[in-house]
């Protein structure tokens, strides 16, 4: 699986910064305001975030074997 950079980079501050600042903010809130669903939305969160990692690493190992 190969993307192109403009995907791989949005992709890679998606899964590097935004999933889990998400996460993490939600999670205290849900805490502080007592709002729903804290510990499903997080997770569902995580799981998002762990498949984009595998994504992008499957694109890095690609990129890298054809030696570009």
């Known amino acids: 699986m190969k993307l192109n950079n403009k995907t791989y980079d949005t992709l890679k501050w998606t899964a590097q910064y935004l999933l889990p600042a998400a996460g993490t903010l ?32 499957i694109s890095t190992a690609a990129y890298k074997k054809e030696g570009n």
């Open 26 to 57: 939600y999670f205290a809130l849900a805490g502080i305001w007592g709002l729903p669903y804290g510990e499903q939305i997080v997770g569902t969160i995580t799981a998002v975030d762990t498949f984009l990692g595998v994504i992008l690493g």
